[in-house]
């Protein structure tokens, strides 16, 4: 039976959403999740190593939006570690990093706390880096996101594929 027979009380039981890491990084992740929605920032839905999971970029902003963490993948990256499972709020600046670059132009997202990094130390699983696109049409913006990246506080690096942006 429920228990909110009023307009009033039913809608502040539906207001009392999980807010797991913040108010800030929840509206943020909202804001990104509109852009994506509108196809202006692509998160990408899969990992390079083609592991199913939760833990894709799209997965950890539409988690955030809804007031959870963002999960990590849990799997053997064969470099000597696993990526290390559970869930972490992402970092404000990043969140920030990833809209500023996002209401500019269009953009993808490739990872930010999910799949395997280079080492068990990375920043990625302590939802503090992002990987940027730069292939095809991305990359004509590179020194722009290497840029807007130091702007935010981060320390950016040319991969190649993509800038990774990571907040110290
Ligand atoms: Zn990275």
């Known amino acids: ?27 943020l992740a909202c804001n990104i999740l509109k852009l994506h929605k509108e196809g202006i920032i692509t998160l990408a839905s899969d990992h390079f190593s083609r592991v199913t999971d939760n833990a894709f970029a799209e997965k950890n902003i539409l988690d955030m939006c809804n ?3 963002a999960k990590r993948s849990s799997y053997d990256c064969h470099n000597g570690h696993w990526s290390p499972v559970g869930s972490v709020c992402l970092h404000l600046n990043l969140l920030k990093y990833i809209y500023a670059i996002g209401s500019r132009g269009n953009v993808k997202v490739n990872e930010i706390a999910g799949a395997c990094h280079t080492t068990s130390k990375s920043k990625h699983y302590k939802g503090r880096a992002a990987d940027i696109s730069i292939r095809g049409q991305y990359g004509t913006r590179k020194k722009e996101y290497m840029n807007s990246c130091r702007t935010f506080g981060g320390v950016p690096y040319d991969e190649t594929s993509h800038i990774h942006c990571q907040m110290n």
Not at 1 to 25: A, D, E, I, L, W
């Open 1 to 27: 039976m429920s228990t909110c027979y009023k307009f009033k009380s039913c809608q502040s039981q539906m207001k009392r959403s999980p807010n797991k890491c913040g108010r800030k990084v929840k509206d």
């Open 67 to 69: 007031g959870w963490k």
